[in-house]
């Protein structure tokens, strides 16, 4: 069992910068594959970025590359997400994930077998 805690989330005005944390507990993070969502109101459940176990590869969505950075310590058992350039359209809640090793696609949320509580991030205009 893997309890993830999502931080960092809170209200920006557009072009701002957020950092999200996500703290791991129960089992070493190294484990894992990770990866970062987000849902807004109304809306389907969208993949962010990805990151494999070791950080050695990097997955991001096309709206996102370039303005959103995915990094990892898994000395500290932690995944981060850092948000630059902010829109109003990047409002969401927004949670991290974990995904078992060959247990598919990065970009497809029902491969991550944990997810945190998630954390709301607001941007205004």
């Known amino acids: 069992q893997v309890q993830l805690v999502e931080s960092g989330g809170g209200l920006v005005q557009a072009g701002g910068s957020l950092r999200l944390s996500c703290a791991a507990s129960?089992?070493?993070?190294?484990?894992?594959?990770m990866g970062w969502f987000r849902q807004a109101p109304g809306k389907e459940r969208e993949f962010a970025a990805a990151i494999s176990w070791n950080g050695g590869s990097t997955y991001y969505a096309q709206s996102m590359k370039g303005r959103f950075t995915i990094s990892r310590d898994n000395a500290k058992n932690t995944v981060y997400l850092q948000m630059n350039s902010l829109k109003p359209e990047d409002t969401a809640v927004y949670y991290c994930?974990?995904?078992?090793?060959?247990?598919?696609?990065?970009?497809?949320?029902?491969?991550?077998?944990?997810w945190g509580q998630g954390t709301q991030v607001t941007v205004s205009s």
């Open positions: 994930a974990a995904k078992p090793p060959y247990s598919g696609d990065y970009y497809y949320s029902s491969n991550y077998g944990y």
């Open positions: 129960g089992r070493t993070l190294s484990n894992y594959h």
